[in-house]
């Protein structure tokens, strides 16, 4: 049997990543959609084969439906997950898994209560490059890393999301997040992932640079955040997230070692280039990121569905989610008050 997947909410991320990746994975089925929005969902859920609700609550009662994938406003992800885990489906969760600590700390709770798996769709761990990226590291070659820097830069949510200016990406209710929620967690996990330690310290600095709401008016949430991490092991490094880079998206990291400089995503042909202190070169063509404007598959749904046919928890749990939005919500708390804080 497939693992039959519900998905709450049929914006952008769900068009464009969680629906394909079900329909094109044999191991998988799409069974149901729900969103508010009732034209937009019957004409979805009709053109896949599935089910369309307008209610979410009614789509957790039915007994077709195994696994849900919560993919709509931030300030739900917490509410909804912990309903569907109550209701006896495993989870999937967007990014940022939550808006608080309290909210998240409650998903992981009901995922150990229920039984029911919880991942976090934290996609950058599944990128090809990364991935390399992490065996170089794993082998030794590069030495320890000593510093990093990394970015996440686009022109903002409007050209993704599919009500544009109007979507709740900009509404301080439903999104809770600018920027540092839509971008940052991304890269905080990746750089725990990368390196194998916990982000320990914070500073930075965060605001509304030029993101407008469809009244004209400057958005009340960060489209701008600039970050100094250290990490458990002295490990320090910067991360530079933006909505309001017109130009090329980027989405880089460079890890600074003790024999050599790891490059990732700095070059259009090469995913991973290896520049080793010596004078030796590695260039590694291991496919791309998946971006804004081009999508390629982000492995979610693909693990999801393994891990649960397989009977294994996912790698990418609520407690992982967890640390990552933590260490974003501490910097963009340590931005506002003007000083370093702890994390953790």
């Given at each position: ?49 599935a ?28 509410q ?9 489906k ?28 919880l ?104 489209d ?16 530079i ?21 790891l490059s990732?995503?700095t ?78």
């Open positions: 049997m497939p693992v039959r997947y519900g998905i709450i909410g049929c914006g952008a991320i769900s068009q464009r990543r969680h629906i394909p990746e079900c329909v094109a994975n044999p191991a998988s089925q799409l069974a149901a959609i729900a969103d508010v929005v009732k034209d937009r969902v019957e004409e979805i859920a009709g053109k896949n084969k089910k369309a609700y307008t209610d979410y609550k009614e789509m957790l009662k039915s007994s077709d439906i195994d696994a849900i994938v919560v993919a709509g406003p931030n300030a739900l992800h917490a909804q997950s912990i309903e569907a885990m109550e209701a006896g495993h989870v999937l969760c967007e990014k940022p898994m939550a808006t608080t600590r309290e909210d998240a700390k409650m998903m992981i709770a009901t995922s150990e209560k229920t039984g029911k798996f991942m976090i769709g934290l996609n950058q761990r599944l990128m090809p490059p990364h991935v390399r990226a992490k065996e170089i590291l794993q082998s030794g070659r590069l030495g320890k890393v000593l510093a990093f820097r990394t970015a996440f830069q686009h022109p903002g949510p409007e050209g993704w999301a599919i009500d544009a200016a109007k979507s709740w990406f900009f509404k301080k209710g439903p999104a809770a997040m600018g920027v540092s929620g839509d971008l940052g967690v991304h890269k905080a996990d990746l750089i725990r992932w990368l390196l194998g330690q916990e982000l320990s310290e914070v500073s930075g600095f965060m605001g509304a640079l030029d993101k407008r709401d469809e009244t004209g008016a400057l958005i009340d949430l960060d701008n955040s600039y970050f100094n991490f250290k990490t458990n092991a002295g490990v320090m490094g910067s991360m997230l933006s909505w309001t880079n017109y130009g090329a998206e980027e989405n880089y990291t460079v890890l600074y070692c003790e024999k050599g400089v990732l995503g070059d259009p042909l090469y995913g991973v280039i290896v520049n080793y202190r010596n004078g030796d070169k590695e260039m590694h063509k291991v496919g791309e990121m998946s971006t804004n404007l081009k999508q390629v598959a982000s492995g979610v749904i693909d693990l999801f569905t393994k891990c649960i046919t397989e009977k294994k928890a996912p790698e990418i749990n609520g407690v992982e989610g967890y640390r990552s939005m933590d260490a974003i919500l501490t910097g963009m708390e340590a931005a506002k008050q003007g000083k370093t804080l702890k994390i953790g």
